[in-house]
């Protein structure tokens, strides 16, 4: 993530506190320290603290609370007041370690202040047990102020969190820190879609606010507003006995609206009352860059909150239905939605059809979806990954690998924070992990993360590493003097994770090596040894495929082939992408349409097919269209790349959020999962026909033609915009509906 300020100095002081010890637990500045990142000590009104020092980062390091385990247990949460003198004009960032920031460093818990008011306040921080962990070697956890300019703090009181008050603070204190630092850049912004005019029955043209009911995949923005049928519509629910659905509707405001809220009642139906979770949000409207403009987005998807709303104006309300297996048993089911606002309140009928379903889970379909992450994730997101139909996770060897030392002749390995988080992600279901031992080619040989680390651990300087794979003689293959290392560190990575129980792993030596092709070498002038992309790009991949699969037999090699284009280029003549076919075991594309045969050649080598996108895909991109290809995995750029909440700076790939309490949403990441249960259904359909011996495969190439007939203009450039979008978002429930039809039919037996 873009820092705010630089970080100049680090002091890390310790507090001495019995590990146990019983909360709330009082930390006073005098126990901060008076060297390097704090200032001397200091009294004023009563008061003594010491300066957290602008531009620094001022870490206390506190001995562990919560007994002898390097994380607290399991859902504990609690909250660090922070007794502080605002006087830092942008808010303080706070961090602690939690064993999962690149490179196993810190995760921040919130920001406070930034008004610059010279006030005292108390600022409360929440903490949660899967974003704290003891550093290895370390029995005290570190807690970590940033600011730009010098912040006073008194004290820190650790107590635990009292729920749901500590979340809807915190939740709050979010939206409004990220509304102060977009003020500045707010007037300037523009709708991301043109201005609706209204179509308002005359039974709502006197009322103060008109609801009204859109598809969830039909986003709104401040701007819309009710459209000819919607306003007083019903919210209508398909879905089967296991699976999460999303339903919206909006509130256009006709009056200034305080505080519009809502709630669900029960659903009730001849079968009785419906088994089920609903799970409330309200969208909140943040700033987003498209282009060179900044655009009011329906960023994140917050548990439902209090909004308020101008007068020519809407909010958006989602709630994702879960059922829960057999309990929820087939049938229609009806209910009230209540939107209260100002002492006003009106209804909006919800109708939930519960059909005779019960659809294969991803594993069960054979199927796996991952996204790229910075660091690592939390429990908590992976747990909500698991309700989104991730299986899988993709890691970056440049930010998560094993610590490594010298050990004479051998690279020694150690798991500390591996072997904890490893150990999280198979408990929240995920199966396989994706990782990525290099970069991107334009940066050759600044790429080969993990060769890099090794030379400069085992053989040299980093730089003495880049001057020699970028030179004429060695570019285009692994090393010789670091060969070896390369095979043991798979080796002992992989017989590591066998024992300990890991997900799979699959490895890739770098990322997208068809750019091998270009023309020109296309060189990241940001890296000052770049040399770019040329046929040294594809030698060195092979290279190291070969090194993997003869250093760790059985173990998936795996190639991001973003082109397939034919060229004639280099000395060659042909297809740029396939041609890494023989050295890979799963080859996933973005680049289908330059080859609709691509899949078929993957599948007749006996490799599997899988194919990515970013997170504009969404439904119809990892559903439909990747179905119709029959690929069997996608990963998604990016899952959390990029800033903390304001995201008007910068590069920002990412459909969530980690959080102490739950994870934050987007629409994005629930029309992802929402593509991912139209797999499903294609998947649960094709299970179903061959149990009952029956063919089914008209209807999936009917399904299959009108998905390709379907797309939209998204996906030609496969670089900056390599998602697939419908033209036609409704054909997708029609396409579900055909398959639940034809499965609720194969079932009957």
């Not at 900044?294 to 548990?303: A, D």
């Not at 308020?308 to 009806?334: C, D, H, K, Q």
């Not at 068809?514 to 040894?529: G, I, L, M």
């Not at 890494?580 to 996933?588: N, T």
């Amino acid at each position: 993530m873009p820092r705010l300020f630089s970080s100049a100095v680090v002091l890390m002081l310790a507090v001495q506190v019995v590990a146990g010890a019983e909360l709330p637990l009082v930390v006073d500045a005098a126990q901060f320290g008076s060297a390097g990142g704090f200032g001397p000590s200091a009294t004023e009104q009563g008061r003594t603290y010491r300066c957290a020092r602008g531009g620094q980062t001022a870490v206390v390091r506190i001995a562990n609370w919560w007994g002898g385990t390097p994380r607290p247990p399991r859902d504990a949460r609690y909250v660090i007041a922070v007794d502080y003198r605002d006087t830092s004009p942008a808010p303080v960032i706070v961090e602690a370690s939690s064993g999962l920031g690149r490179y196993f460093g810190r995760t921040e818990l919130h920001r406070f202040g930034g008004e610059n008011d010279g006030r005292w306040k108390t600022a409360q921080v929440p903490a949660s047990w899967d974003l704290l962990m003891l550093p290895k070697n370390s029995t005290e956890v570190e807690i970590a102020f940033r600011a730009p300019a010098d912040v006073p703090i008194e004290r820190l009181t650790i107590r635990r969190a009292v729920l749901p008050d500590d979340q809807s603070r915190w939740e709050a204190e979010s939206r409004a820190w990220v509304a102060r630092v977009q003020s500045g850049k707010a007037a300037s912004a523009k709708h991301a879609a043109g201005d609706q005019t209204p179509d308002i029955p005359s039974a709502w043209k006197d009322k103060p606010f008109v609801p009204y009911v859109r598809a969830y995949y039909d986003w709104i923005y401040p701007n819309s507003a009710p459209q000819k049928g919607e306003a007083g519509a019903a919210i209508y629910v398909r879905m089967a006995r296991n699976e999460f659905e999303p339903a919206a509707f909006a509130v256009w405001a006709q009056r200034d609206l305080p505080a519009v809220e809502y709630s669900v009642s029960e659903l009730v139906g001849p079968a009785g009352r419906l088994q089920c979770e609903v799970r409330r949000y309200t969208a909140e409207y943040a700033l987003e860059r498209r282009g060179n403009e900044l655009v009011w987005m329906p960023q994140r998807l917050w548990p439902a909150y209090p909004v308020n709303v101008a007068r020519g104006r809407s909010a958006w309300f989602y709630m994702s239905i879960r059922t829960l297996g057999e309990a929820s048993r087939p049938g229609r089911y009806e209910g009230t939605v209540t939107i209260k606002a100002g002492g006003t309140q009106e209804h909006l009928p919800i109708v939930v059809e519960v059909l005779p379903i019960t659809l294969l889970d991803m594993d069960q379909a054979g199927l796996r979806m991952g996204g790229c992450v910075t660091g690592l994730c939390s429990a908590t997101e992976m747990a909500t990954m698991r309700e989104h139909n991730h299986n899988m996770v993709n890691l970056w060897v440049a930010g998560v690998q094993p610590g490594m030392k010298k050990a004479g002749t051998r690279v020694e390995l150690d798991f500390y924070y591996l072997d904890d988080w490893m150990k999280l992600a198979r408990e929240n279901g995920i199966g396989a992990i994706v990782w990525f031992l290099g970069g991107n080619p334009n940066g050759y040989p600044h790429t080969l993360s993990l060769e890099r680390d090794l030379y400069a651990l085992m053989c040299g300087s980093t730089e003495a590493f880049f001057r020699k794979a970028g030179s004429p003689e060695f570019r285009g293959k692994v090393l010789p003097e670091i060969r070896g290392y390369y095979a043991q560190w798979l080796k002992d990575v992989v017989a590591h994770a066998k024992a300990n129980n890991w997900p799979e792993l699959i490895f890739t030596p770098f990322d997208e090596p068809a750019k091998w092709a270009y023309p020109e070498p296309r060189a990241d002038r940001s890296y000052k040894f770049a040399i770019g992309c040329g046929p040294w790009i594809r030698d060195h991949f092979k290279d190291a495929c070969a090194l993997i699969h003869e250093a760790v037999p059985g173990t998936k090699v795996y190639i991001s082939m973003h082109r397939n284009f034919h060229r004639k280029v280099h000395g060659y003549d042909g297809r740029v992408g396939e041609i890494f076919i023989p050295d890979c075991d799963i080859i996933c594309t973005n680049a289908i349409e330059e080859d609709h045969d691509l899949g078929n050649k993957v599948r007749r080598a006996g490799k599997i097919f899988w194919q990515y996108s970013g997170v504009n895909s969404r439904r119809y991109g990892y559903g439909f269209y990747f179905g119709a290809w029959d690929s069997r995995g996608s990963l998604c750029w990016a899952y959390n790349w990029g800033a903390r909440f304001d995201i008007t700076e910068g590069s920002n790939w990412q459909y969530a959020w980690q959080s102490p309490f739950e994870t934050i949403l987007t629409p994005a990441y629930e029309e992802i999962r929402e593509g991912w249960d139209d797999r499903r259904y294609i998947e649960t359909a094709r299970a179903a026909a061959k149990a009952a011996g029956r063919d089914i495969s008209a209807l999936l190439e009917q399904i299959r033609k009108e998905t390709l007939e379907n797309r939209g203009a998204g996906g030609r450039d496969l670089v900056n915009d390599f998602w697939e979008t419908g033209r036609s978002a409704s054909k997708m429930d029609q396409w579900r509906d055909m398959l639940a039809r034809a499965i609720v039919e194969l079932s009957r037996r």
